[in-house]
């Protein structure tokens, strides 16, 4: 098993650390930057706007409830380590347990 500088499994559970682009003219994945990858997502960075479309973003893309989401680190910066609990859907970028 290989895994990619920007993910790791904590048992079922996947972290992803994420550099985060806001106001993008569309959500997705893009290049991995070093030990991270760019989420590109339109939302602005205020009021919690980016951050909660990370959480539904990320729980459309890896079929998971809102509430499997968790932002661990980076609540306010750019720069953030995202929990998914049990993702029921990987990305092909994603390498499995």
Do not use: Y
Not at 12 to 40: C, H, M, N, T, Y
Not at 44 to 71: E, S
């Amino acid at each position: 098993m290989s895994e990619n500088a920007f993910q790791h499994w904590d048992g079922d559970d996947l972290i992803l650390r994420l550099r985060v682009q806001p106001r993008a003219s569309s959500d997705g994945f893009a290049e991995v930057l070093g030990d991270r990858i760019k989420l590109r997502i339109t939302a602005p960075p205020v009021d919690g706007k980016a951050n909660a479309h990370i959480q539904k973003l990320l729980a459309k893309l890896f079929r998971v409830p809102k509430g499997a989401v968790c932002i661990e680190q980076g609540e306010t910066g750019r720069d953030k380590q995202v929990r998914i609990r049990a993702p029921r859907q990987l990305p092909d970028f994603v390498a499995p347990p």
